[in-house]
């Protein structure tokens, strides 16, 4: 068995590969049957779809995306939310999850494009059908020379990643047959006879998920393990599926026949705990990983299991693979910043497509710089992560810090493991700026539903009625936002805003500083908005348009140095 660096190397390698079939194909007119022919993304609200279709025709018109696929956004219909405003990352709220920047490519790639290079084999040996992705996570897999995998068969297909037993309890778990697979190889075709969702490790023991780790050719996990061999044992965890033309016949039938959606589906829980022989329908009346539970949710998830039970759940194992979550604020700087192993299988920069002068402070080499301009005499933390953001040259940040979308031009020490990050938003018909403030550790899902109880919520571990009393902010039912999300951070109107950028990130800079020194900042004069607010409000163009400033100073920086040697 190949060991664990020659896996990597082996990821590596097939993912250079991919990626440079994805860059031969950007701005060209694909040969039919050589890519999808639609590109369907789904968005939260009228807003984001917005954001979404202006993001992609830039796209289009720079040539950073394949031609000849038609590329549609969808709108999640009022009510019960399928899509989300990306609460654990809110850095991706505004402009979408599936538009986050990634350090490397030049211009810099963002996860629909690393979505698409991934995935770039599919189309040619696949049947009609969809495949069906998140925004958030990175599969990176080897399955050697010869081997393609073809997704041909009929009903759904799922992939499946070797991966240890913690891991299988935030995702989903297959069992597969034992007597069909034998772990060995870098690909196999199986079937499942059950798909658990997020279940707990006695769960997996009890319905045989659990293989031993001599047929689980390695770990694959999205925490900082190594491919290490250990005894407890390993699951097979989903990632992406496929479901052929018929079966998305058959779900657009269900669909008009319900009329309106009443409730939140999830593709994953819902669809594939239908599937193969050993499903019941015990979990159409488990709520427990649903967001906001509706009174319909129990008889549509019946009807759902009635149409697809009998179905077959194809997997394809591949024990060369490595699964990858950036959906959280601390996987996003793990894996950008700290991860050695994704570092090297995707080959990420330290310095991706920005200005960075080597008169500006050294740059720790763990710390990730994405199409921003650092002026000299700046000061990058490790571990920090600096997007489409303009740094001037007395601004320290410290280490463990996310910075997007601001631009920073007074003498400021930014604190360690500081979220900033700033919108643009449009009120009355004028833009104006807002800028979020948070420890990366503050829970932005968390919320009580009394006044009373607002006492435990916490704002850079300060207790939030402890930061409302500095801050001069009275506490009223005008405090949050909405009472149907909660009391939270999420809808707490504790961001000023201002008719700057700048100013904007001044001020909240200063809302952080007064906590952290215990000393009063009034905000008495300022409109105050909820997180959820600055994204009802964003003003996308406005946010576009300075990511684009800082896109055409870049390469007219880049131009001057070429035409100087």
């Keep these: 068995m190949p060991v664990a660096g020659e896996r990597s190397a082996a990821r590596r390698e097939a993912m250079g590969r991919r990626l440079a079939r994805f860059a031969a194909l950007r701005g060209k007119a694909a040969r039919p049957g050589e890519f999808w022919d639609v590109v369907a993304v789904t968005a939260a609200d009228a807003e984001q779809a917005l954001a979404y279709r202006q993001q992609l025709a830039e796209k289009l018109s720079r040539k950073e995306l394949p031609l000849g696929a038609r590329y549609h956004v969808f709108v999640d219909p009022p009510g019960p939310k399928i899509g989300g405003y990306s609460r654990r990352l809110p850095n991706a709220g505004a402009l979408g999850k599936i538009f986050t920047a990634l350090p490397f490519g030049d211009p810099i790639y963002q996860m629909l494009e690393l979505k698409l290079a991934m995935y770039i084999d599919f ?31 009929p009903g759904f297909t799922a992939l499946a990643h070797p991966s240890d037993l913690t891991v299988g309890t935030t995702h989903g778990v297959f069992v597969l047959d034992p007597s069909s697979f034998s772990g060995k190889g870098e690909l196999e075709y199986t ?49 992406i599926f496929y479901m052929d033309h018929s079966i998305a016949k058959q779900l657009l039938t269900f669909y008009k026949q319900m009329g309106t959606l009443c409730c939140e589906i999830d593709a994953y829980g819902d669809f594939l705990q239908a599937l193969g022989p050993g499903a019941t329908q015990d979990y159409t009346k488990n709520t427990s990983n649903v967001t906001k539970e509706e009174s319909q949710l129990v008889e549509v998830r019946q009807k759902l299991y009635s149409l697809l039970k009998g179905t077959t759940l194809n997997v394809i194992v591949l024990n060369n693979s490595k699964f990858y979550h950036i959906g959280t604020m601390q996987e996003y700087l793990f894996h950008f910043t700290s991860d050695s192993k994704l570092k090297f299988e995707l080959d990420l920069l330290s310095v991706a497509f920005s200005i960075f002068s080597d008169k500006a402070e050294t740059l720790d080499q763990s710390a990730s710089i994405i199409q921003s301009i650092l002026e000299p005499g700046c000061f990058i933390g490790p571990g920090s992560v600096i997007e489409y953001s303009r740094i001037g040259p007395e601004v320290s940040v410290g280490k463990n810090s996310i910075i997007s979308g601001s631009y920073i031009n007074l003498k400021v020490d930014i604190p360690s493991n500081c979220f900033l990050s700033s919108l643009s938003i449009k009120i009355n018909d004028r833009v104006k700026y807002v800028s979020m403030v948070f420890s990366v550790e503050d829970d932005l899902k968390k919320s009580v539903k009394l006044l009373s109880d607002i006492h435990s919520l916490q704002f850079v571990g300060v207790s939030l009625l402890v930061c409302l009393d500095l801050w001069g902010v009275k506490i009223s039912d005008q405090l949050f936002s909405s009472e149907n999300t909660g009391l939270g951070l999420w809808t707490a109107r504790i961001f000023p805003v201002c008719s700057t950028l700048s100013e904007s990130v001044r001020t909240s800079l200063k809302m952080l500083n007064s906590v952290q020194h215990m000393s009063a900042f009034k905000l008495n004069g300022f409109k105050l908005l909820s997180v959820e607010e600055m994204l009802t409000y964003k003003d996308v163009e406005d946010m576009l348009k300075f990511r684009k400033q800082i896109y055409d100073e870049i390469c007219l920086q880049r131009q001057k140095e070429k035409s100087d040697l």
């Design 123 to 153: 189309p040619s040996h696949m049947k009609p059908g969809i495949l069906i992705t998140c925004s958030d996570d990175i599969e990176l897999y080897s399955t050697g020379v010869e081997e393609t995998i073809t997704f041909d068969k």
């Design 191 to 239: 079937s499942c006879r059950h798909f658990l969702h997020k279940p707990d490790i006695e769960t997996m023991r009890q319905c045989g998920a659990v293989c031993v780790r001599g047929n689980c050719s390695q770990l694959s996990s999205s925490g900082d393990d190594s491919d290490s061999e250990m005894d407890s044992g390993c699951v097979y965890t989903d990632s």
